[in-house]
């Protein structure tokens, strides 16, 4: 599952950022404090809807210091085989965006249990800049 555009509305410093990716490789590249973390954050909270679609997971939802001081924000993903949801806080909601992504998530978990067919497994790993500059070490913590 690869992203080929990502659609962001009033998302922390992003008033409207419509961002076509390029299928092998995009590089996010600025000053800081430019809204570099902002695009990929609202690329994590888009792609929390993934564990939100299988049985007895919940997903990653939107931070409340998430909104651009508007009662709306939103974030719209599109893969390059073409499909789409998105993620939205206020404004009109709109019925069956996650069907297309709850179908492919299904056909995962079908071919995991029927142990059919190789799997391509969506990773996504991202680390926030303020998880090294807030959060405490786990050794601190006592694991």
Request: proline share 6%; hydrophobic share 35%; aromatic share 4%.
């Amino acid at each position: 599952m690869k992203l080929a555009r990502v659609e962001i509305e009033n998302y922390r410093a992003i008033e409207k950022l419509d961002l076509p990716l390029n299928p092998g490789l995009t590089i996010l590249h600025g000053d800081n404090g430019h809204g570099k973390t902002s695009v990929l954050s609202a690329i994590a909270t888009g792609l929390g809807s993934i564990p939100g679609q299988l049985p007895d997971v919940s997903g990653v939802g939107f931070l409340q210091s998430d909104r651009r001081g508007s009662r709306q924000l939103r974030v719209g993903l599109t893969t390059v085989d073409g499909i789409a949801w998105e993620r939205r806080v206020g404004g009109p909601q709109k019925r069956n965006v996650l069907r297309e992504l709850k179908e492919v998530v299904e056909a995962i978990v079908k071919a995991d249990r029927e142990g059919t067919g190789p799997l391509h497994l969506p990773i996504v790993a991202f680390y926030d800049t303020d998880r090294a500059v807030f959060d405490p070490p786990q050794r601190r913590r006592g694991f």
